[in-house]
Each structure stands twice: as structure tokens, then as C-alpha cells.
């Protein structure tokens, strides 16, 4: 049991280049989350999946898309890379919009130069 | 929406003394209230939670106190260790659509315990 695993672990980008970020859990959960961390401001989200078929906005959505996959896998996605979008990026999960603890990725750590 | 205020952002307490954490909300229909610990270079990990209907709980060395009149909860540690050192955040939840629950994070707070 893997619990939430996240791909890749460091990457960098050059200024308008794109790429995805993936993320898996193998725990049957229902929710799936992206945040990103930056020093000073805790973790804010990006778009966060209740259920399989759908994605919602969270507070800091500009310059992402997502994709929930299906049930296992959830995928965020920089169509254009900025030096402001280099971040400590986790993928979190939980069983489902009723219940509360989130299991939380090894996150992606993105610099984008 | 949800705001959610932590204090302080940095603390450092002697090995063995106590440490407080404190974070106020702002959405009084908030009714869960987890603390997660991230240690250098790891996931957030959830170490204590507590529901609107109690106003205390504690497990081991690790304690959690809820006033929701005044809208604040704290994150108490009693007899502090060096593993212990590591960023703690508070959060309180959004409920959105259809019954969705996401959470706002605090900023965060760095302990540092001093061996």
C-alpha cells in the first residue's frame, strides 16, 4: 500500500514551457487535492477533485488546469510555466467529501527559471 | 470564505518545556480542527484533530483546546524532544458545494527545540 505517491520528484522548467504533475493514491479515496507550499504561506489550494467526474477551483487557481483521471489519478497540469509558479507542489487525498484527515504526496518541488 | 490566522510563525522552547501554537478562524459554522506536522523536506502529516462538540483533547504529549465563542484553537506539546522540531499548521474547513469539505491552511509555525 503505497498510500499517495506523487511524479516527478524535482523538475525545472525554463519560462513558458509546459508540463504535468502526476499523482496516485491506492487507498480507494473518493477526494484528491493539489496545494502548493511557498515559505511563509502555508499550503494553499489549486483545484481539488470531490469525486471522480469532477474539479473544482480552490483559492490560487490561475495558471493551472487539472485532470481527475479516474479514481486513482489526479493530474495538475502548467500549460505555460512562470517564475511564479516555483513551488513545493503536494497532492493530498481522502476517502471522501464527508470525511476529514487527508493523506498527503512526497510533493514535487518545481523551479521554474 | 474561510480565514485562518496562526501564531507565532517561528518559536523556540528548551528540550523538556512546553509549546503553544495558537490560530483563530473566522467561519463559525467551521467544525473540525486539524493540526498537521511537517518535518524538513516531508509530507504534512495529521498529528491531532478535534470536532466543534468538545473543547479539549489530547493524546500522549499532545493536546488540542477549542474556543468556539472566541473562534481559537491551540496546539499545546508538554515535555518537548528534539523530534518534535518541525512546521506545524493549523487548519479549518470550507464547506463547499453539495457538502464538499476542503480546508484552509494557517501559515504555518517553525519549532525549533533547543537540546
Known amino acids: 500500500n503505497a498510500g499517495v505517491t506523487q511524479t516527478p520528484k524535482f523538475q525545472v522548467l525554463k519560462t513558458g514551457q509546459s508540463m504535468t504533475l502526476q499523482c496516485a493514491q491506492d487507498m480507494n479515496h473518493n477526494s484528491m487535492y493539489w496545494y502548493r507550499q511557498d515559505p511563509g504561506m502555508g499550503l494553499r489550494l489549486i483545484y481539488y477533485?470531490?469525486?471522480?467526474?469532477?474539479?473544482d477551483k480552490g483559492e490560487v487557481p490561475n495558471g493551472y488546469n487539472v485532470s481527475r483521471l479516474n479514481k486513482r489519478e489526479f493530474s495538475l497540469r502548467l500549460e505555460s510555466a512562470a517564475p511564479s509558479q516555483t513551488s513545493v507542489y503536494f497532492c493530498a487525498s481522502k476517502l471522501g467529501p464527508w470525511s476529514h484527515e487527508q493523506y498527503f504526496g512526497p510533493g514535487t518541488r518545481l523551479t521554474v527559471t | 470564505g474561510e480565514n485562518v490566522e496562526q501564531h507565532p510563525s517561528t518559536l523556540s522552547v528548551q528540550e523538556g518545556d512546553s509549546a503553544v501554537i495558537k490560530c483563530t478562524y473566522s467561519?463559525?459554522?467551521?467544525?473540525?480542527f486539524p493540526w498537521y506536522k511537517q518535518e524538513l523536506g516531508k509530507r504534512p502529516q495529521l498529528i491531532i484533530d478535534i470536532r466543534s462538540n468538545v473543547g479539549e483533547k489530547k493524546d500522549q504529549r499532545i493536546a488540542v483546546t477549542l474556543n468556539k465563542t472566541a473562534k481559537h484553537f491551540s496546539l499545546h506539546i508538554t515535555e518537548t524532544q528534539p523530534e518534535d522540531s518541525a512546521v506545524y499548521f493549523c487548519a479549518a474547513p470550507i464547506i463547499s458545494n453539495f457538502g464538499n469539505e476542503k480546508l484552509t491552511f494557517g501559515t504555518g509555525t517553525r519549532l525549533t527545540i533547543i537540546p
Open positions: 467561519d463559525s459554522a467551521s467544525n473540525y
Open positions: 477533485s470531490a469525486s471522480e467526474g469532477t474539479t
